[in-house]
């Protein structure tokens, strides 16, 4: 049976990815560190928030950590910004995330555009959604606390084959609001494909609890 080597220890050479991850976990740990260039982030570092300081702050990131790491999870949003010669710096991140024998992880959860872009104009929106839908995600967004698509996008995006919808995405608490989007998208006759998302990865499951109870006691859901 063929081998590679992954992080200097014996693979099988067709192992899946979770085979991959468990021999770099035994031998670097199970992190992984996310890659979010962000502007703030790039200007926090000194850099020119631009190609050069994006490809710059990547690959002084890799340098100082990547072979001590099981994965590294770039997010494309924060390169995809700069058009093709961002996605140009992506390709060598990935590949130079490979060279230094760590996995790849791809972040494309679209919620992060609004905060890559800031506002966004009803056209470019509506592209935004078409993309999406073109190949069949939901353009629902899972860590804002709001109504996801907004109500306006709705039927569109249910015209087109959109199938779900958040009445809040990380849940928070606040009972009043999520009734009023509960009522908005009752009357849309579309309640059936309506979610409420709590919250992932918390060590405080006691506010977890909160957030549950806050809904099951909520008049609406009854």
């Not at 962000?38 to 190609?51: F, I, N, Q, T, Y």
């Not at 690959?59 to 072979?67: E, G, H, L, S, V």
């Not at 390709?91 to 959860?109: H, Q």
């Not at 959604?129 to 709001?146: G, S, V, W």
């Amino acid at each position: 049976m063929s081998t590679s080597n992954i992080g200097n220890v014996q693979s099988p050479a067709n192992a899946g990815f979770a085979e991959r991850f468990a021999v770099l976990r035994e031998r670097r740990g199970p992190f992984c560190l996310g890659l979010d260039p962000s502007p703030a982030l790039l200007d926090a570092w000194g850099l020119e928030d631009s190609v050069e300081g994006l490809r710059h702050f990547c690959f002084t990131t890799f340098d100082a950590a990547a072979d001590q790491l099981s994965a590294i999870k770039p997010q494309s949003a924060y390169f995809e910004r700069f058009g093709s010669k961002g996605i140009a710096v992506l390709e060598d991140c990935i590949a130079a995330i490979r060279d230094r024998r760590s996995l790849a992880l791809l972040d494309v959860k679209r919620g992060d555009i609004g905060r890559v872009h800031g506002k966004i104009t009803p056209e470019l929106k509506r592209r935004y959604i078409d993309f999406l839908l073109d190949h069949r995600f939901n353009p629902t967004e899972q860590y804002a606390d709001k109504l996801s698509p907004d109500a306006q996008d709705i039927p569109y995006c249910f015209e087109r084959g959109g199938n779900t919808i958040y009445l809040s995405g990380n849940f928070t608490g606040n009972v009043e609001a999520l009734r009023g989007r509960y009522d908005a998208v009752k009357q849309l006759g579309l309640i059936d494909h309506a979610l409420v998302y709590i919250g992932d990865e918390t060590k405080d499951w006691n506010q977890m609890r909160r957030r549950s109870d806050a809904i099951r006691i909520c008049s609406v859901f009854r």
